[in-house]
């Protein structure tokens, strides 16, 4: 999702909250409350919680079958190129033996398969990325172990700064900080 | 009830217990101790490769007709192994198993330092060596490719793919972990090493969307993937015209043996790491016992294997597989057959009893005699076959030389090396999944009391 | 002496037991540096260019020496150095058959072991310094008309060194001249004499005898007859196999043998019995009285059947006796073969080829030694013996030998002889020396030189004429005799001797001698004791070939033990002695013992032990220590080969024995197959459907056939082998630990009653499979399948993997388990085939069906422009078989001779049911067919 130019006002305003079950609510308000550009941050997955943030995205899936298809085409294809490249009897067999070449299919088309897959889930989540602006605040680094945060990001057609905190305060949250722009543009 | 005994202190309890191993390890003088044994294994290594290089093959038993030897057997023991891994981890979680997120991160490095030993042996046993890339498909001088209708080619492939697949599915699996260590490590180097490790990784809802995609997938690839491999490596026998090998019982045998001794080694370290880290509200007695039956289950398929070989031979009734039946029942190296039927299934059927089960120490044992049976039944499929095959003329006995042996000693180094350091400096239990368990055990409760 | 030195070291981790410690001597390096030269004296076989084509072979007719007969050789040679010897097929007696010591000759040339620089009192000399010495010996001995003055040589058939002989006793009347030539026809010649009154070579023409006796006469075995003989008796069987009259073999023999493998009814009998045989044959035939003692039931069906097949072949059979027999023995059987009609039609008689010198005879050695000890003897010149090691210990030549004031030895080697000499002085080998010799058919054959040669050594006829206080070269010797000789016509004749390797029609007519004594008979067994029966060893003689790393390596027929002898024992007396292979046994017999390793054989007699001469544990000189026994420590005097009332112990310790085939049993499979009648189809398996469509070969395709009926294991073509195709040697450890490299190797196989077992031999080159499982288990292409139908194994491109190895149902693959050719030195370099790749460490090798004959004949018919003809392709081992058992042709034409044979009902391929369509196939054996027609 795109994330707001840094520049003018602030990248985002991220609430704190101490339970999951209170994260999901204050997702679901927000979304109530009109607010589009949203984002999560938990320790762990939770169910359901990216769609209630309006992710649906399906191309991670689509990719691995497509690497798988390519992966299938290229090792049998290399098999019957290579034989005809440099034809040599080989214990009497025919040049292309389908049997022969199965196994280095099915394994070439898992591999492709799976680079794919973790490579365009990489791709798209736009990592590796060692730098963010939520890594400057000290209590984000609890987002991996026991804390569950909100973001409404700075470029939300209805972000404005004190509205935006005004709501959130609404949520209860444990503790609400602006998060702003990192000095050092990537 | 939870997989994980409920933590007092939730999360964060939970992730402290875990992570903290990674970054402030417990009993540093054990670790030490046992490193420092890996490492002369270690050394082990390199000087019985260097002696190898140094003077070619001849240095081991082998000889004509036993051209193979322990090498290959090793090398199948070996990538047997290192096929629990991705079973567990990849199987169970389809099956939305969760008490398989106590085991899956090191029964997946298990696996992945399984592979690497497994990979060095055939490299190693070349003649030549240094010249072990002709197998790969390249453009070359001599304008000659790889022969893909030998199972050695086959094997190339599947055990690349298969490390390369399991080296991903284990770092995305551990990349949260690595996050989380990275926001708990106060030195500087830590740091850094798991600030780089973890990519950049926020936890971000979006993230964990396409990341459980991208798992689920490559696990649900990795499932065929584990058994396609080791029915290559069975080609490896089946595929050759002698006696005792060509059969079409060897693929799906090969297989369940490789779960079986997986699974032996997978208890194992399970049982060892459990006390040495006191993991036990991690690794609980209901691990144990699943893992128990599913060593039981696959015991039983294996000596299945075992019998149907025999039923084969003796319902075929061709004079050369009789010769080899009866040769692997009373030859030279009986031994070898009777104690692969002996470590394997006898002391696995203590195993009906629960008590058993759940018993550390009986459990850890018999996994050990079943690893060892495994080795066994390796040693003895390779040589009982070759060392008498069709003609009389060459029957020969095989003994592993002095140096066979130190580098079967350098490789366990080098497994013990590798999986040391996996336990002194990486998150050795998936921490974030035993949380998501938690959370979602907890919502089922909830729903459940109205 | 550093060699030794580098010998003695333990067995080291990549040590070859010869050729690396040979490699270690700097002497050697230094020597070999020079280059190869061809001797412009002589003429090639085949009129080639004048100069020199490089990458084109010159071939040479020449021969070889062994125990003083010719063996007629052709060689090849690149840019002047030899690389291959094989068989003269123009010869008119062996008509181009080779046995061992002919192929491994060249080996023996190049041997880097071999002495090369004269030596006084075991110090590097000059010959400048020896000439010296001689000429001042010569003027105390011209005084005294060479009294004092002995000459020791081996047999001698050579006319030129004869000649030299005799002038110098005629110049030197008290000078005498001995024989010491352990392993001889002596008691055959006795027994000619008392018979016929005179001496006589006897030739066996097996090619006319339908029906063979052979009473421990291994004739098929190793020897100087071995290739004639083989040969001979092949024509017979082939000729029967056509249908064409009978080819019967009954032997009777106390330890099995190449000729009893071969027999269709064999007896196994103590040593003691075989006069006792001889005598019932002669009573049978009413040409002597009845045998002394009774005979054994099993004894007497054996003759029965015995007489039944001579007196139904009148004129067509021969009867023969071993030459380690009592000359009364022979005598009675001359008696028997002359009522059998066997003189002049399969037993002739020709005058001795090989002189023996008056008045000793055949205790000339003995006669010498006495002399010595008697202090007779103040000179004593030893030309190309080893009397100090090849002489029965009863002598004591050793220590007689120092109680001369002047000891020379000349030979190739500084062995114990040479060691125990004041001088010694290197001898030029046979392939680089101008000389000549009779093969045993008394046909002359002039030796020219293939090399000159390329260290400082000097001919026997040279340093034999410095005594005469001359200095003529061996040409100039050699052209001497027969200029003399020849007369006018001298140089047509010699240029035409040269160019064919002998001189035409030389050979003496057979003499028909009239019986001028009847009266002789045959003495008692003494009471049958256990024995010991001493033979010579199959593949390194009497010990002269012990240097010999082909031979070495090469196994003997039966056992297939290679780097030693071993002790032979039935397993009836194994079991009772409860006797295992290779524990030590210690053998007594008249006040004098050997250790050496046991070796269970069926078809052994129970009360003999059978040993071999040749090896010896504290044998001194440049060849491998420390293997086997010496069985000369056992004899009390020349010519007494078989011991009585000996004792047998076992010390408790075991030790290595090197076999290349540990099971001989055949264990109720087909590998070898027979058949009843040669017309009579072998039973076949039925060929498994294949999944793939049948493949169609374009000619030529090449396949090979071997007839097991005619294969006597002699292992020819196994050396022929290692000659042609640079096949390494590895030494007495690898061996044992099962890494040789032959690419063609001869199994041999028991079947039936461990007493009375049928014994078979099965040559097991690479079967080119047309479905070949190693081509489909090779990763990196490196063994493929040719267009023409050969199954290739590409050096350059094989990793190692060794599962060709493993998939090969029939193990005829070799690993270079470690270096075997890169330390070699420069001698053995400069023998290698230029036409075949040398394999370094890591690579698999096999038969190739010698590829670079075929390329060269497909070269040689392409500038010819014809097609490649049935024939031009002839591979070493086919080349060397003695027996024509090897047939190599093109499997697509119908016509061709390999197609004719495996168009034969015979004609099956070993282990059809792999599946695997070999190009070699086999021809069955045809069992004993007891109607002589």
């Known amino acids: 999702m795109a994330e707001p130019a840094p520049g003018a006002g602030l990248f985002g305003m991220l609430a704190e909250f101490d339970r999951p079950e209170r994260l999901i609510e204050a997702v679901e308000k927000a979304r109530q409350a009109g607010f589009r550009r949203l984002d999560a941050h938990t320790p762990f997955p939770i169910e359901g919680l990216a769609e209630r943030l309006g992710f649906a995205d399906q191309r991670v899936p689509l990719f691995t079958l497509l690497g798988g298809i390519v992966g299938a085409a290229v090792g049998y294809g290399m098999q019957v190129y290579t034989n005809h490249a440099f034809p040599i009897d080989i214990g009497n067999r025919p040049l292309v033996a389908p049997p022969a070449f199965m196994l280095i299919t099915f394994e070439l088309t898992v591999l492709f398969a799976v680079l794919f897959a973790i490579g365009s889930m990489l791709a798209l989540n736009r990592l590796p990325r060692l730098h963010h602006p939520l890594f400057d605040l000290d209590e984000f680094h609890l987002a991996s172990s026991n804390k569950f945060f909100l973001l409404v990001l700075g470029n939300d057609p209805l972000f404005e700064e004190e509205r935006t905190r005004a709501f959130l305060e609404t949520l209860t949250p444990t503790r609400i900080s602006p998060v702003e722009h990192t000095e050092v543009p990537e | 009830m939870t997989d994980a005994a409920p933590t007092p202190g939730g999360y964060a309890a939970i992730t402290g217990e875990i992570v903290d191993i990674a970054l402030d390890y417990p009993d540093r003088r054990a670790w030490w101790a046992c490193f420092g044994l890996a490492l002369l294994l270690l050394l082990s290594f390199f000087v019985s490769v260097t002696v190898l290089f140094w003077y070619g093959v001849g240095v081991w038993g082998n000889n004509i007709p036993v051209a193979w030897g322990l090498a290959i057997s090793n090398y199948i023991w070996f990538l047997g192994i290192g096929h629990a891994g991705t079973l567990i981890s990849a199987m169970l979680l389809l099956l939305e198993q969760h008490w398989r997120n106590s085991l899956n991160r090191f029964a997946e490095a298990m696996t992945l330092f399984a592979v690497v030993c497994a990979g060095l042996y055939p490299l190693v046993h070349l003649g030549r060596p240094w010249l072990f890339y002709w197998i790969a498909p390249y453009p070359n001088t001599m304008t000659v490719w790889p022969q893909f209708k030998s199972p050695l080619t086959w094997d190339f492939f599947a055990v690349l793919t298969y490390l390369t697949v399991s080296i991903l599915f284990w770092y995305i699996g551990i990349v949260p972990d690595v996050a989380s260590a990275r926001d708990r490590a106060r030195k500087r180097r830590t740091q850094v090493f798991f600030g780089l490790a973890a990519l950049g990784w926020r936890g971000s809802a979006h993230h964990w969307a396409r990341w459980r995609q991208a798992y689920r997938l490559t696990a649900a690839i990795a499932v065929p993937l584990v058994v396609s491999v080791h029915s290559e490596v069975s080609l490896l026998f089946a595929a050759g015209p002698i006696p005792g090998w060509t059969s079409t019982v060897f693929p799906p045998y090969f297989v369940l043996g490789a779960a079986f001794s997986g699974f032996a080694v997978v208890s194992m370290i399970a049982i060892v790491l459990r006390h040495a880290l006191g993991l036990q509200n991690l690794v609980t007695p209901r691990h144990l016992d699943l893992l128990a039956k599913l060593l039981l289950a696959t015991g039983l398929m294996t000596a299945y294997g075992y019998w149907a070989e025999v ?37 696995l059927q203590l195993l009906w009893f629960r008590r058993v089960r759940v018993q550390p120490l009986l459990l850890f044992l018999i996994s050990l005699s079943v690893t060892v049976g495994m080795w066994f039944e390796r040693y003895m499929l390779l040589v009982t076959t070759l060392y008498r095959d069709y003609l009389v003329s060459s029957w020969r006995e095989y003994h592993p030389s002095f140096w066979d042996w130190s580098l079967f000693a350098g490789m366990l180094g080098v497994f013990l090396t590798l999986f040391l350091l996996f336990v002194r400096f990486l998150p050795i239990i998936s921490s974030f999944e035993v949380k998501e368990a938690l959370f979602e055990e907890k919502g089922k409760k909830e729903q459940a009391h109205g | 002496m550093d060699m030794d030195r580098e010998a003695r070291t333990p067995p080291h981790i990549d040590r070859r037991s010869l050729l690396r410690a040979m490699a270690a001597s700097l002497a050697l390096a230094s020597a070999a540096g020079r280059r190869a030269r061809a001797d412009e004296r002589a003429l090639p076989y085949v009129n080639a260019p004048e100069f020199v084509v490089p990458g084109k072979p010159k071939w040479y007719a020449t021969a070889v020496g062994f125990s003083g007969c010719a063996q007629p050789v052709l060689g090849k040679t690149y840019v002047g150095r030899p690389v291959k010897l094989e068989g003269n097929a123009d010869h008119p007696l062996t008509g181009g058959a080779t046995d061992v010591f002919m192929q491994a000759a060249l080996l023996g040339l190049y041997d880097p072991a071999r002495s090369q620089a004269p030596q006084l009192l075991g110090q590097a000399a000059t010959w400048a310094a020896f000439d010296a010495a001689v000429a001042g010996r010569r003027l105390t001995l ?166 039944e097949a001579l007196r139904a072949s009148h004129g067509s059979s021969v009867v023969t006796v071993g030459a380690a027999h009592a000359p009364d023995v022979h005598a009675v059987a001359l008696l028997i073969n002359e009522r059998l009609g066997a003189h002049g039609n399969t037993l002739t008689f020709i005058d001795p080829i090989t002189s023996v010198p008056a008045p000793d005879d055949e205790n000339s050695v003995a006669a010498l030694a006495g002399d010595m000890n008697a202090g007779r003897v103040s000179t004593l010149v030893m030309l190309e013996v080893n009397p100090a090691y090849a002489t029965p210990a009863g002598l004591a030549f050793r220590q007689a030998l120092e109680k001369v004031e002047f000891t020379l030895h000349a030979g190739l080697y500084v062995d114990e002889t040479a060691r125990l000499s004041h001088w010694h002085v290197p001898l030029q080998h046979d392939l680089e020396s101008w000389t000549d010799a009779c093969s045993v058919d008394g046909t002359v054959c002039l030796t020219q030189p293939l090399i000159r040669p390329f260290y400082d050594v000097r001919s026997l006829h040279a ?452 599946n695997t369509r070999p190009r070699t196939t086999y021809l069955a054996r045809v069992r004993a067919d007891r109607r002589p027609s």
Not at chain 2, 319 to 338: C, F, I, K, N, P
Not at chain 3, 228 to 254: C, D, I, M, N, T
Not at chain 3, 285 to 301: D, Y
Request: glycine share 8%; with cysteine; aromatic share 8%.
């Open chain 2, 311 to 347: 039923f084969d031979t003796l319902y075929a009734g061709e004079h050369q597989e009789m010769g080899t039946l009866l040769d692997r029942l009373g030859g030279v190296y009986a031994w070898s057959y009777w104690g692969a039927v002996v470590a394997n299934f006898v002391p």
């Open chain 3, 142 to 307: 011209e005084a005294r008309q060479g009294e004092g003055l002995r000459l020791l040589t081996g047999a001698v058939s050579s006319p030129t060194l004869l000649r030299q002989i005799s002038d110098l006793l005629r110049r030197w009347p008290k000078a005498r001249w001995h024989v010491s030539e352990p392993l001889s026809d002596a008691n055959r010649q006795q027994a000619a004499q008392t018979v016929f009154g005179r001496r006589l070579d006897q030739l066996l023409r097996l090619d006319e005898a339908n029906v063979v006796v052979s009473l421990d006469d291994d004739f098929l075995g190793a020897g100087p007859r071995q290739a004639p003989y083989a040969h001979r008796w092949s024509k017979r069987r082939l000729a029967w196999q056509q249908g064409q009259g009978a080819s019967q073999l009954h032997v009777a023999e106390s330890s099995l043998t190449t000729t009893g493998s071969m027999a269709d009814h064999r007896l196994t009998v103590s040593p003691s019995r075989i006069g006792l045989l001889v005598a019932a044959i002669a009573q049978e035939l009413g040409v002597g009285p009845a045998p002394a003692a009774p005979l054994a039931p099993t004894e007497r069906t054996w003759t029965k059947q015995v007489m």
């Open chain 3, 463 to 914: 340093v034999l004429d410095r005594w005469a206080g001359d200095t003529r070269s061996d040409h100039d010797l050699v052209r001497a005799t027969w200029r003399h000789a020849w007369g006018s016509d001298f140089d047509d004749r010699w240029r035409d001797s040269l160019v064919r390797g002998f001189v035409a029609d030389s050979a003496p007519t057979p003499v028909l001698p009239t019986i001028a004594n009847r009266n002789v008979s045959i003495k008692a067994p003494t009471a049958g004791a256990l024995m010991i029966d001493i033979r010579p060893d199959p593949t390194i003689w009497d010990g002269r070939f012990a240097n010999n790393a082909w031979l070495q390596e090469t196994p003997k027929p039966i056992s297939k033990v290679t780097w030693g002898n071993v002790v032979v024992v039935s397993p009836r007396l194994a079991a009772e002695r409860r006797i295992s292979r290779g524990d030590e046994l210690r053998l007594e017999a008249n006040g004098r013992s050997i250790t050496g390793a046991a070796w269970i054989a069926p078809g052994q007699d129970d009360k003999t032990l059978t040993v071999t001469l040749g090896y010896g544990a504290d044998r001194t000189g440049p060849l491998p220590h420390g293997l086997g026994y010496d069985a000369f420590a056992l004899c009390n005097d020349a010519g007494s080969w078989v011991l009585d009332g000996a004792r047998l112990g076992t010390t408790g310790k075991h030790l290595v024995v090197a076999s290349t085939q540990l099971h001989q049993e055949m264990d109720g499979f087909d590998f070898v197959r027979r058949v009843d009648r040669a017309d009579r189809p072998v039973k076949k398996h039925p060929e498994a459907a294949s999944f793939y469509p049948e493949r169609k070969w374009d000619s030529p395709s090449w396949g090979m056939s071997v007839d097991l009926d005619l294969c006597i294991g002699c292992n020819a073509c196994m050396v022929a082998c290692m000659a042609e195709n640079n096949v390494p040697v590895v030494g007495k450890e690898l061996v044992e630990q099962g890494r040789q490299m032959h690419w063609l190797r001869v199994d041999h196989y028991f079947e039936g009653d461990a007493n009375e077992p049928s014994s078979s031999f099965q040559p097991v080159p690479c079967m080119h499979c047309e479905q070949a499982p190693c081509e489909m288990g090779c990763p990196v292409n490196a063994t493929v399948h040719s267009h023409d139908g050969l199954n290739l194994q590409v050096y350059n491109r094989c990793v190692g993997t060794r599962t060709c190895a493993s998939y090969c149902p029939y193990k005829v693959r070799r690993f270079n388990w470690f270096e075997n050719t890169g330390d070699d030195p420069e001698q053995l370099r400069a023998m290698r085939n230029p036409d075949v790749t040398v394999r370094s460490r890591g690579v698999m090798e096999k038969c190739t069906y010698c590829v670079q004959r075929i390329s060269a004949a497909r070269i040689a018919s392409q500038i010819a422009g014809h097609p490649i003809r049935d024939g031009d392709v002839v591979t070493a081992c086919q080349q060397a078989c003695p027996t024509q058992a090897i047939v190599f042709g093109d499997v697509t034409d119908r016509a061709s001779a390999v197609s004719r044979r495996k168009a034969s009902p015979r004609d099956y391929s070993l282990l059809e049911e792999a």
